[in-house]
């Protein structure tokens, strides 16, 4: 199944900075998620970032507090803007893995800001 | 997507058998039915996969009935590290990985000594 390498795996920011986190994939994948899970609740998605085109952003997320780039078929990167105390939550990237129909997901980023 | 309901939490003991039921009664023909588990500070990881039936694997069995509109996992003999958040999600299976998951509200389980 597909590894993913995400950094940092945690961080606390000012408000009114910016983080920008990684997701590395050790295969070649045509999508890759973004998603938010704000503390002790369910997964969110935040976007879709397809190699080459705009990120596909859900309801409620727009691209200038969230932008996404997607350079090759193996990285993305997702950066948080702006931020204040109410975007503190964990941010996971996700692929499908091909070999099971499952979609592995990277160990997450535990943001706090403060 | 066909929306899921299942149990906000459950407790159980070491070794006892853990039954965690999905209800989806609007689940579509081309829908499956996945589980995930999440640990506390990693991402959720795809535990089984099934469609009618029983499903099962070295983890984990997947008993689904006739009418698909619901679902059971089954965990045989847990033990303290089965403590998770268990997510049911339904929807076909997206070709080539073009489309999300959608989660539910997932159900936290607790095993005590």
């Known amino acids: 199944s597909a590894v993913i390498s995400q950094k940092p795996s945690r961080d606390i920011c000012q408000r009114g900075t910016s983080l920008t986190i990684q997701c590395q994939v050790d295969?070649?994948?045509?999508?890759m998620f973004w998603y938010r899970q704000q503390p002790g609740q369910s997964l969110t998605l935040i976007a879709t970032a397809n190699q080459g085109s705009e990120a596909t952003y859900e309801s409620g997320f727009v691209i200038d507090k969230f932008p996404i780039s997607r350079p090759n078929l193996t990285f993305s990167t997702l950066t948080v803007s702006n931020m204040s105390p109410e975007d503190s939550s964990i941010y996971l990237c996700?692929?499908?893995?091909?070999?099971?129909?499952?979609?592995?997901f990277g160990s997450g980023t535990r943001l706090t800001v403060v | 997507l066909a929306k899921t309901t299942q149990p906000i939490s459950m407790d159980s003991y070491e070794g006892q058998e853990v039954n965690i039921t999905c209800s989806h009664n609007n689940i579509a023909t081309n829908d499956y039915i996945t589980w995930y588990q999440q640990f506390p500070s990693q991402g959720p990881r795809f535990i089984i996969q099934?469609?009618?039936t029983k499903v099962t694997n070295e983890v984990a069995s997947l008993f689904i009935p006739a009418d698909r509109k619901s679902s059971t996992l089954s965990l045989p003999r847990v033990s303290l590290s089965d403590t998770a958040v268990y997510y049911c999600?339904?929807?076909?299976?997206?070709?080539?990985?073009?489309?999300?998951?959608?989660f539910g509200s997932g159900t936290r389980l607790q095993v005590q000594p």
């Open positions: 295969s070649q994948v045509t999508m």
């Open positions: 099934g469609y009618k």
């Open positions: 999600l339904v929807g076909d299976i997206p070709s080539g990985g073009r489309r999300a998951l959608t």
């Open positions: 996700s692929v499908q893995d091909g070999t099971n129909y499952g979609y592995t």
